[in-house]
C-alpha cells in the first residue's frame, strides 16, 4: 500500500468500493489517529478491537494498519458498530461506539435498497450515485460526535502476536500451529480432524 496516499483513498482502495460503512470506518480510524496521536502501525504498535465484521473494520485495516494478519485486529462477534483502538507505546486507548440511529437518513434507507438490487436502470444507477454523493458528504463533515460516542479506556493490550510452532496433524497430514492442535496418543489432532471424528 502506498504510505503517501490520503487515508481516505488508502480506505477504499482496499476495501474495493465506497460505501457509508466505509467512509464511518474511515471518521473512526481518523479520529483514533488524531486522538491518540499515533501514525499507521507498522509492527504491532496499535491495537485495534473491532465488535463488527461489516465494511467500516477495512478502513481500520486500511488506515490504522491493524490488520487479521498482523495479529493487532481482533475480532469480536458482537455485530456492533465498536471500535476500541489502544497504542503500546502511549499506554492509551479509545473506543468508539456508533450512536444509536447516527448516519440513518432517507437517503441512507434508498442507498441501501438500490444497493441489494442486482439489475439497477439507468435511472437508479444515476440515483444512488448521487445518493452516495449526498452521503459522503453528511458522513465526512458531520461532527464526530454526533457520528461516535467515545472515550478514553483503560485497557489491558494483549500481548504482541507470537509465532507458534507448526506441527503436523496424524490424521490429514497438514500442518498446523500447535496452539490449535490437539496432542492425544495418535499424536496432533487438528481441529477439522477433530470434528470430523478424528482418529479411532
Ligand atoms: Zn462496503
Ligand atoms: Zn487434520
Redesign the pocket.
Known amino acids: 500500500m502506498c504510505k503517501n496516499m490520503p487515508p481516505l483513498e488508502l480506505a477504499i482502495q482496499f476495501h474495493g468500493h465506497i460505501c457509508p460503512g466505509l467512509l464511518i470506518g474511515v471518521r473512526a480510524a481518523e479520529f483514533a489517529r488524531q486522538y491518540l496521536e499515533v501514525d499507521q502501525d507498522h509492527d504491532e504498535e496499535l491495537v485495534t478491537i473491532v465488535e463488527t465484521d461489516s465494511c467500516g473494520v477495512d478502513a481500520i485495516q486500511a488506515i490504522l494498519g491493524c490488520t487479521f494478519g498482523k495479529g493487532n485486529l481482533i475480532f469480536k462477534d458482537y455485530g456492533k458498530n465498536v471500535y476500541t483502538v489502544a497504542s503500546r507505546e502511549k499506554g492509551r486507548a479509545i473506543r468508539m461506539a456508533q450512536k444509536f440511529g447516527a448516519a440513518k437518513w432517507r437517503e441512507s434507507d434508498r442507498f441501501r435498497i438500490l444497493s441489494r438490487q442486482s439489475d439497477l436502470s439507468e435511472a437508479e444507477a444515476n440515483e444512488k450515485e448521487s445518493l452516495l454523493g449526498v452521503l459522503f458528504e453528511k458522513i465526512m463533515s458531520m461532527p464526530f460526535e454526533d457520528l461516535f460516542n467515545w472515550q478514553e479506556v483503560a485497557m489491558d493490550i494483549p500481548e504482541k502476536a507470537r509465532i507458534h510452532p507448526t506441527v503436523q496433524?496424524?490424521?490429514?497430514?497438514?500442518g498446523?500451529m500447535e496452539t490449535r492442535a490437539e496432542k492425544t496418543d495418535k499424536g496432533w489432532?487438528?481441529?477439522?480432524?477433530?470434528m470430523k471424528g478424528?482418529v479411532e
Do not use: Q
Open positions: 496433524c496424524a490424521v490429514c497430514g497438514e498446523v489432532i487438528c481441529a477439522p480432524c477433530r478424528g
